[in-house]
Structures are given as structure tokens and as C-alpha cells.
């Protein structure tokens, strides 16, 4: 099919993916809290809202990058040396700051399910840093030259999802036990953090590569 990636672009892309999953930051933290204070059903409602944000990000991404494509190869060029910019800066940060995860376990007034699923979105829309990552991350795996670059980029941020669900979803369902181990084991998380910035140096380093051919 014209909007699946070939094998090897997939296995990239989902293992970037896994890594970013497992990252611990304020979506997982809002995930695993409101699963501590209010239910399962609550952390779950917050997990999907978040996960919604993402499909909206990459349908920003698709209409965005689309036009560039069109309007200007050398603009998606340039687009393409400042994600393997950022994806080193975001390295760094993993490295240097760590991750963000403290969730509360305090239990609270009773919350919605709408209103679970709207805070999960919300972390997701306004996060800068979100914002940038699927602006520069999901053109990576996509040629400028590619007729069908936004079919492609739409499935690339489908399946970013399925595979958030797959790491996601076991955290929520066993909350307590996840938040426990990684309060009791800093090392796990420091793990992560360096798995994350070697994904991701390798893949800045894949992109400026690429690009000098």
C-alpha cells in the first residue's frame, strides 16, 4: 500500500516510539496519578485524551509539512537540519535535567471521565515541547520527494499511537506497582533517560548523514 513506509523506516519509527513511551514526563505523570486518586477508568480517559492530541499534532504536522513539500524542497531541507537539531537538544536535556515523573497519589473530589479525557489533551496541545518533537520527528521518515508523504505521515502518527497504547496501558492498569518501582529504583529511570538520548543522537546523526549525500 502507498501510505505504509517500508519495513525498515517502520522498525525505526517504532522503536523511537517505544523509547519515547517509556519516557517518563507530565503526560505519564498525569496517567499514573489520576489512576492513584481516581480509578483506572480515570487514568485510562486521561491516557486517550492525550492520545487524541497526538492525532491532532499529526494532522498539523501532515497539512504543514504537505504545503512545505510542495511550496519548497530546500524549506523541508532546512526544516529536516533543525530536527536533528533538536532531537541532540532533547538528548542533552535527558541527559543533563532527567525526567519528570512524581505522581500524587492524594485523593481528591471525585473527577469526570470528559473531564479526565480533556486534561490528558490539554497536556498533550499545550506542551511546546510536544509541539516541536512531532513538527521535527515525524518528517524524518518521510521523503520530500514522496508523492504520498501524507498518507505516509498519517500512518506514522497512527501507529506512534497503537504503540503508545501497548506501553502505556499496563502502566495505568498496574499504577501502583509502576509509581512504587520507579520512586524505589532512580537508577530504572536514569535507564531510560539514557536509552532515550542514544535513540535519538543516532537518529540526528542518521538525518545530517543522509543529508550530506
Request: net charge positive; charged share 10%.
Amino acid at each position: 500500500m502507498t501510505f505504509i513506509p517500508d519495513l525498515s523506516i517502520l522498525v525505526q519509527f517504532a522503536i523511537a516510539s517505544v523509547i519515547l513511551a517509556i519516557t517518563p514526563g507530565p503526560d505519564m505523570t498525569l496517567f499514573v496519578s489520576r489512576t492513584l486518586s481516581q480509578g483506572r477508568a480515570t487514568g485510562f480517559a486521561s491516557m486517550s485524551g492525550a492520545l487524541f492530541g497526538t492525532l491532532v499534532h499529526t494532522t498539523l504536522v501532515v497539512v504543514g509539512i504537505s504545503a512545505l513539500i510542495v511550496a519548497s524542497p530546500m524549506a523541508f531541507f532546512v526544516l529536516k537540519i533543525f530536527g536533528a537539531g533538536y532531537l541532540v537538544f532533547l538528548a542533552w536535556q535527558a541527559l543533563t535535567k532527567g525526567s519528570a515523573f512524581s505522581p500524587e497519589a492524594k485523593a481528591g473530589p471525585r473527577i469526570s471521565l470528559f473531564r479526565s479525557w480533556m486534561a490528558g489533551l490539554g497536556v498533550n496541545l499545550l506542551n511546546p515541547k510536544v509541539i516541536l518533537f512531532f513538527m521535527t520527528f515525524l518528517p524524518q521518515f518521510v521523503s520530500a520527494h514522496d508523492p504520498h508523504a501524507p498518507g505516509k505521515l498519517f500512518f506514522l502518527g497512527a501507529l506512534f499511537v497503537a504503540v503508545s497504547i501497548v506501553v502505556t496501558a499496563p502502566m495505568v492498569l498496574a499504577a501502583e506497582r509502576f509509581a512504587a518501582a520507579m520512586k524505589a529504583s532512580p537508577r530504572v529511570t536514569r535507564v531510560v533517560d539514557y536509552l532515550f538520548a542514544g535513540v535519538f543522537s543516532a537518529f540526528a546523526l542518521k538525518i545530517l548523514t543522509a543529508q550530506a549525500k
